[in-house]
Each structure stands twice: as C-alpha cells, then as structure tokens.
C-alpha cells in the first residue's frame, strides 16, 4: 500500500485521539471513584444501581419504621412495667386492710393510698411518646384517659396503629405496635379502673362487711386483673423481640445491600490506577514515535 | 536525410516536458495539505517519430517527447464506498450526541435524578404511614410530590427544548444541502465546459466537486452518478438534487406537533408541498432523535406522559379512595383541584393529549391551604367512626358523621342531642348541650318530610346528625356521642399509596410498577445510546480505512515527489547538456569546417 504523508499525520491524530480519550475516561473514573456516570457505560449495572439503591432506601425506611416502632413498644412497655407494680402495691394494700385486725379508719387511710395510686394509674394510661398518647388507639390525639371523681371514662377507641416493615399494605394482626386502653384495661377500656374504684369505694367505707368484700371479690379482682395486664404485656414483649429480630436482620441485609452497590458501581482503583498509567505511558510513547516518524522526509537529506 | 537542426527541436520538447513535469510536482506539493485534492501525474508520450529513407531501407527517427495529459490519480470505486459509509457515520454521530443529551436529562445514576426524588416520595409515604397523625410528615410527602411534579416536568421541559435545537440544526443543515447544490451545479457546468473535448482533465474542479459530494453525504445519503459530459446527477432519496440543468432547492416547514403542541420542522421541495425523506445521514439522525418512539425525544415524553398519567390516574385513585384528618375523601393529590375535585379516570380526561397529562401534573393546589391543606392528604382508608349512645333503646336509630377538623386539642367533647318529636312522633327538632346538659343551644328545626338531616357546627366540626323516625321516639330522649381528633394515626392508606410507587404493576405501565417502568427506561436509554456509539465508532473506523484508501491513491508523498523532483530536474540538465553538445557540433560544422587554406 501506498503510504502518503496524510496517511502518517491522520492515523497518528486519530489513535492520539483514541488514547486521550481512554485517558479522559479512567480520570472521569478516578475522579469520584464511580464506574457510572450516565446509564450508557454499562446499561445492565445501571439498571442494578437503580435498583440496588431503590432497596437501599426502602431497607432504610423500613429499619427507621422498625425503630419508630420499637420505641412506641419501649415506651408501652415501661408504662405497663410500671401499672403491675402499681397493682402489686395496690393488691399489697388491699391485704393488709383485708386482714380483720384494722380499726375502721386505719382501712379509709389506706382507701386514700389506693386513690393516689388509682390517679397515678391513670396519669400512666395518658403516657405520651412525643405529642401521641401510647394507650389510645388510632386516636392517639385524644387524651384516652380522664377522670372525674369516680368515673374513669375512656376515649380512645380500639384499633391498632400500624408500622409497616416490609412492603406490602398494613396488616394489623402482625405489624401493629400499640395496646389500646381496651387491650390493657379489659372491655371498655375501663374495666380494670372500674374494680379498682369499687375497691376504693370498699376501702373508704372500711366496714367489716367491705373487708370481707375486699378479701374475697376484691383480693379475686386484683388478681385477675393483675394476670390479665401481665399477659398483654407479655403480649407486647413477644412483638417487641419479634420487631428486635426484625431489626437484626434489617441491619444485616443494609450491610448485604451496601455491598452490592459497592461491588456494582465503585471503581477498582489499583487497576484504575495501573490502566490510567499504563495509557499514560501509551500516550507518552505515541507522541515521541510521533515527533520522530513525521518530520523527516527526502526534502531533509537534499542539498 | 533528416534535417541539420531536427535534434533541437526533440530537446526543446524535452525541456519543456520536464518543465511542466517539475511544474506539476510544485503543484503536488503545494497541495499536499489540501481537503480532496488528488496527486496529478503528467502523463509524457513520445511525439510521431520521423520516417527516414536512407540507402536500402527507412528507419524512424524519434523527434521527442510530448506532454499528452495531466491528470489526477483517484479511484471512483474507493470515493463511492466513502460516500455510502460516510452517511452511516452522520447517522450514528448525530444519534450519539442527541442520546448524550437526553443522557444528560435525566441524569442516572445520580442523587439528582428521578428515580432518587421517586425514592423520597416514597420514603416519605412510610414516614406518614408510621407518624400518620403527625403535620410534619404529612408536609414533607408534599414537599415530596412536589420534587417529584418538578423532576418530570423539568425533564419534560428539557425535551422540549432539545426539539426546538433539533428543528434549528435542521434548518442549517436544509441551507448547506442548498448551498453544496447550487455550488455543485456551477461546477458541473464549468466542468462540462472545459472538458467538452472528451478528456477528463478539469483535475481541481472535480476534487473540488467530490470534496462537496463528501460534505453532502455526512449530511443525507446521495447517490451519485455521472452523465458522459462528466456532469453530477445526484439524488436524495429519488429527489433530484443536481444534474446537468440546475438543482433543486429544499426548505422547511412548519407544523404543530398534535400530541406536545411543540413546533415541527419538516423537510419538502421549495415552493411545494411535496416531503423529502432521508433514509441515512444526519437528517435522518437529526429527524429521528427529534420523532422517534423508541429513541427519540418525543419518545421519552411518552415515556414521562405514561409517568404522570400513571400518577394523575391510578395513584390519585388511591388517594381518593382514602380518608383525610378532616375526614374529606375524594381529594387528588396531583391534579388541579378546586371546588369539584376532578376525577382523572373519568370521562373529565378523556380529551388529554401526552402532552395535557404532563402539563396537568401538579400536586393539588388545595393541599397548600393554609387551614385544611394538611388534613385533606388522605393517611387511612377509614373515616371517623362516632358511637350513638341513646338513652331510649327502643328510639330511632341515630347515624352521626362528621367533616373538617377538630379544634379541641387532645380533650373530647361529649355531646349530648335531645329531640322534640311532633303529634305523629316524627322527630322535628333537636337541641344540643356540650357541657352534659348544663345550657341547651336554642332548637333547630328539621324540615318534612322526615327524617331530616341536623348540621351542627362544634369546635370546628361539621356534624351532620339523622335521626330515623321511629314510632318509639318519645319526645325528651336524648342521644350522646363524643368528638375528638379522631382516628388520625392510621396509615394504612399512605402504606397503600406507598405500595403504588414500588410494589403495584400496572397495566399502563407494561406491567411493571412505577420504579421498574423508569429503570427499565433508563436501562433502554443507556443500551441505545452504547449502539448509537458504537455505530458511530465502527462507522469511523471504516471510514478510516476508506480514507487510507483513499489517500493512498490520491495523497501527496513528499518521498515520491522529491525523487520526481530530481529525476525531472536531471532530466532538464540533460537535455540542456545536449544542447551544447549539439550546438558545439554545430559551432564545429558552422565555423570548424570549409577552412581550409584560410
């Protein structure tokens, strides 16, 4: 073939040309250390980036679900720790103003006690997390508990408060975080302040005839009631570990997710380097071959 | 016998041959740089040789050289491979570039693009789902679907834009057609001209012209053929462009796109209305980046339509399926809003170009209102349940809604109803007490026929109360129920609406859900522009290779030329070496001869 000076001078533009832009390309790389930077470097990763970071994100709501759930379930938890000691101290009480030893006034005294602590239980049915009362359903603007004298009236209502921690719509038998006043209080969301009252209203009499109410219905009721409180707070302890577990695994499955978007997009960066330096030299080589193949022709060597 | 003085005009040939044969490699050489030129040889046959008789038998004697054509070195077969392969080169570098831009448009993957502000929104569904009774995270799903409206219609607007530079760029490349082909008719005239005596001599013209013809092709395909007076017929397409009596002007016109009501340019012969069509080259990229379904701008606004349309119907459906603090129901979340909020699955939208859907696409103007904004986000699915309590069990049966939004803060409001019936027991008028029967409101009568309904405003409640007309009802009885803030921590509806964004398919979508509709979108994208570049990089490559052909045929080598520099240089010395030798034999024969006895 014939070559020509042209031939010489645009060939070595073009492959000039071709270098540059390798080298262009790994510094755009190197730069930010990403491999994509437009869905045309590599369709197939760009769509797992899309995708990998679409679960990364919903993996990240969800965990933030799972904490926003687990300190609604902490806070209901520790008021319910707090209402069965209120109901030991209360059954205590009742023992000791139910052993036929105690004159008249020494029971109406204790009577006194039980309403302090009756109001104390009350003030604990209102416990808010942030500016949203734990106990009162789905009505968690509604201060759920109030009372007046001896009426304990509830307002929340019955259903359960959702916290979604995977896809897929509200399911209120397995993702609901709350007890409502009816789950922790019986029917009505006042059952178990009702038996109290009455056994306030047994202890301010203070007759024998209301101590032998109080040692048998009275002393059965704090029972009962007693087990039943215990049992929604075990309730909510087993959701609480369940949610735990959950949130175990959500961290896990972030660390999994992290890497695979890692391992989709970040840029190896020793081989960037050595690729980088490797078409830096190519580069290097191509223009002093340049320098040297194109000046000389016959004109140089004619006298 | 030949004449004394025959030598000299042989070598005065010689000279002058080698003369224009050193002219021509100046010519080369001064070329070597120039865009199409073709190396040109001066082609040297000798002159008619002359009979001579001598003795027995007559001999030729040659009289020299003659210089019998100049002409350029080109290969019309290598020219006719570039002009095919360069039109596929303008093809693929134009749809390179215009995919590029679109690239750019949506930017993926970025924290800037479409897919991250769907992410947000979506994250912010889950928040309100989690926190639904809190103000916060209802704004920030709005402050969220704002980003959203804007990222679409950004991209949308950006389309549009590039439409507008597309229809420009094709304006100017309309204008170079124009003028390469008034250029290449004057050439084919001249050309015609000069090489009227049959010899395809007219050397500069025609690099001049293929030099054009090359423009042309990376501007339309053409094909090219010449007529034996050595004219250019060149059609587009079966348009004829230039012949050997004039050429054809283009010019563009205008039309509204029906579906985005953006300006078209659209290509025809002037002063008709007849359409040309590019089958390759840039026009053809230009004009399918700007229209195609599948590449093209205007497919990707198809592609962000399909998107708002997805969210003015299917994810508005969901959201007015739903419930509000204020117990409204029926609201949009995107959409224009208003008095009468309309539906976008009805007949409402059945007018809607693409284009409408995108331009609608906003997030509910009512949903920035001040006093009800927030509460109209609809977070449950349910509204707000009241239980009646009556005080005699064998009245009516009383059914209480309500709308708007409780001022009471966290404390309910009990309220009680006390009816007064008429002679037939139909209930005729109710009185209502808030403070449990302390002061009554003055009555408020009902209208017949019965049962009617009672409004009753109360800390910022409508309530809307119907007693049935029961024969049981007995005038005095009463009906209790209690307002608060209501059920307002349900999400299950914002878990619904987030489902849309990520989990729910759709048909309108191909089936897919919203992320996957624009993953898989992106994914195309990034596909189309790797075969737009790689077409033009392999286009490129070949054309490279044609052009080495090309020069190797038709390029200047320094090399060559000096060497012919010298060969005709020595060859001039020559014969002016000979010319002395031939005038000292004459100064011999002139002025050396006949002297004797001088």
Redesign the interface.
């Given at each position: 073939?014939?070559?020509?000076?042209?031939?010489i001078t645009?060939?070595f533009l073009?492959s000039l040309n071709k270098s540059l832009e390798r080298q262009n390309k790994i510094q755009e790389q190197l730069s930010d250390g990403k491999m994509?930077h437009?869905?045309?470097?590599?369709?197939?990763k760009?769509?797992r980036?899309?995708?990998f970071?679409?679960n990364l994100?919903?993996n990240?709501?969800?965990t933030?679900?799972l904490k926003?759930?687990k300190s609604w379930m902490e806070t209901t938890d520790n008021a319910m720790s707090d209402l069965s000691s209120i109901m030991i101290n209360i059954k205590e009480l009742v023992v000791q103003a139910s052993n036929g030893t105690n004159p008249q006034d020494a029971v109406q005294t204790i009577g006194k006690s039980v309403d302090n602590l009756i109001n104390q239980i009350v003030t604990l049915g209102n416990t808010k997390i942030?500016d949203?009362?734990v106990f009162?359903?789905?009505?968690?603007?509604?201060?759920p508990f109030?009372r007046v004298g001896d009426t304990i009236t509830y307002?929340g209502?019955t259903?359960k408060?959702?916290?979604?921690i995977q896809?897929?719509?509200?399911t209120p038998t397995q993702d609901s975080v709350?007890l409502t006043g009816a789950d922790v209080f019986g029917a009505g969301g006042n059952t178990i302040l009702n038996h109290l009252l009455e056994i306030k209203q047994h202890l301010d009499a203070g007759a024998i005839t209301d101590q032998n109410w109080l040692a048998t219905t009275g002393l059965d009721y704090l029972d009962t009631d007693h087990a039943s409180v215990l049992q929604s707070q075990t309730e909510l302890g087993t959701r609480m570990s369940a949610y735990e577990m959950a949130l175990n695994m959500m961290e896990k499955q972030n660390v999994v997710i992290t890497g695979d978007v890692a391992a989709n997009?970040d840029l190896d960066i020793p081989k960037a380097i050595i690729d980088f330096k490797n078409s830096e030299n190519i580069y290097k080589t191509a223009l002093s071959v340049g320098a040297r193949i194109m000046p000389p022709?016959?004109?140089d060597f004619?006298r | 016998m030949r004449s004394t003085f025959a030598g000299l005009n042989t070598l005065t040939r010689g000279l002058y041959a080698n003369q224009v044969s050193l002219d021509t490699v100046g010519h080369n050489i001064s070329n070597?740089?120039t865009q199409g030129y073709s190396r040109q040889m001066v082609n040297l046959s000798t002159t008619k040789p002359q009979t001579v008789f001598g003795g027995y038998a007559s001999y030729e004697v040659g009289t020299g050289v003659n210089v019998s054509s100049i002409l350029r070195a080109r290969d019309t077969f290598v020219d006719r491979q570039y002009w095919k392969e360069s039109s596929s080169l303008g093809y693929g570098q134009t749809m390179e570039d215009i995919?590029?831009k679109i690239?750019?448009v949506?930017a993926?993957?970025t924290d800037t693009g479409i897919?991250?502000v769907l992410?947000?929104f979506?994250?912010a569904w889950?928040?309100l789902?989690?926190?639904a009774?809190?103000s916060g995270a209802r704004t920030a799903v709005r402050e969220r679907g704002v980003e959203v409206v804007d990222a679409i219609q950004h991209s949308a607007q950006q389309l549009t834009d590039m439409v507008a530079d597309i229809n420009a760029v094709l304006d100017i490349r309309v204008n170079n057609i124009n003028q390469i082909s008034s250029e290449l008719y004057s050439l084919n005239k001249q050309i015609s001209n000069i090489e009227s005596g049959g010899l395809n001599h007219a050397n500069d013209l025609r690099d001049r012209r293929d030099v054009l013809i090359d423009e042309l092709t990376k501007i339309t395909s053409a094909n090219v053929t010449e007529d034996k007076y050595g004219n250019y017929n060149v059609q587009v397409n079966g348009v004829m462009l230039v012949d050997g009596n004039g050429y054809q002007k283009l010019a563009t016109t205008k039309t509204m796109d029906t579906d985005y009501g953006y300006e078209v340019k659209n290509v025809v012969i002037a002063g008709s209305t007849q359409p040309v069509t590019f089958t390759n080259g840039e026009m053809k990229g230009l004009l399918d980046a700007r229209d195609s379904s599948e590449f093209g701008a205007k497919g990707y606004l198809d592609k962000l339509s399909t998107m708002s349309k997805f969210l003015l119907q299917e994810f508005n459906e969901v959201h007015r399926g739903g419930y509000g603090t204020d117990n409204s129901t029926n609201n949009n979340f995107f959409g224009d809003g208003g008095a009468t909020d309309p539906d976008y699955n009805s007949a409402f939208s059945a007018g809607f170009t693409d284009g409408d859907w995108i331009k609608v696409l906003k997030v509910n103007p009512d949903l920035f209102n001040t006093t009800n904004g927030l509460a109209k986000i609809a977070a449950?699915t349910s509204q707000n349940?009241l239980a009646v309590v009556q005080s005699n069990a064998s009245g009516g049966t009383a059914s209480v809604s309500t709308t708007g939004s409780y001022t009471g803060g966290?404390?309910?409001t009990n309220v009680s109803v006390r009816i007064s019936t008429d002679a037939s027991q139909n209930v005729s008028s109710i009185q209502y007490s808030t403070d449990g029967g302390t002061t009554w409101s003055a009555a408020i009568a009902g209208a017949a026929p019965y049962p009617s309904t009672y409004s009753i405003n109360i800390k910022g409640l409508t309530v809307n109360m119907q007693i049935n007309t029961a024969a049981a009802n007995v005038n005095g009885d009463t009906y209790q129920f209690?307002l608060?803030?209501?059920?307002?921590?349900?999400?299950?509806n914002a878990?619904?609406l987030s489902?849309r964004l990520?989990?729910d398919t759709s048909l309108s979508l191909g089936g897919a859900s919203l992320?996957t509709y624009?993953?898989?979108m992106?994914?195309?994208?990034?596909?189309?522009?790797?075969n737009a570049?790689r077409l033009a990089d392999n286009q490129q490559v070949l054309v490279?290779t044609i052009?080495?052909w090309r020069?190797?045929?038709a390029?200047?080598?320094?090399?060559e030329e000096?060497?012919n520099m010298?060969r005709f240089q020595q060859g001039y010395n020559a014969a002016a070496r000979i010319i002395t030798t031939m005038d000292e034999m004459l100064d011999k024969l002139i002025n050396g001869t006949g002297v004797t006895g001088r």
């Open positions: 073939m014939r070559i020509t000076n042209n031939t645009y060939n073009t994509l437009r869905p045309s470097d590599d369709p197939v760009t769509i980036s899309l995708r970071n679409s994100v919903q990240e709501q969800f933030q679900n926003d759930a942030g949203r009362y009162s359903g789905q009505m968690d603007k509604t201060q109030t307002h209502d259903s408060i959702s916290m979604p896809p897929g719509s509200a709350n997009e022709s016959l004109v004619l | 070597a740089g995919l590029g690239e750019g949506f993926e993957p897919q991250t992410n947000k979506w994250s889950q928040t789902a989690v926190n009774s809190d449950k349940s966290s404390t309910p209690s608060s803030s209501g059920n307002n921590a349900s999400g299950d878990v619904l489902n990520k989990v992320d624009y993953s898989s992106t994914g195309a994208l990034g596909v189309q522009k790797q570049s490279n052009m080495n020069e190797s045929t390029g200047v080598n320094m090399d000096m060497t010298i």
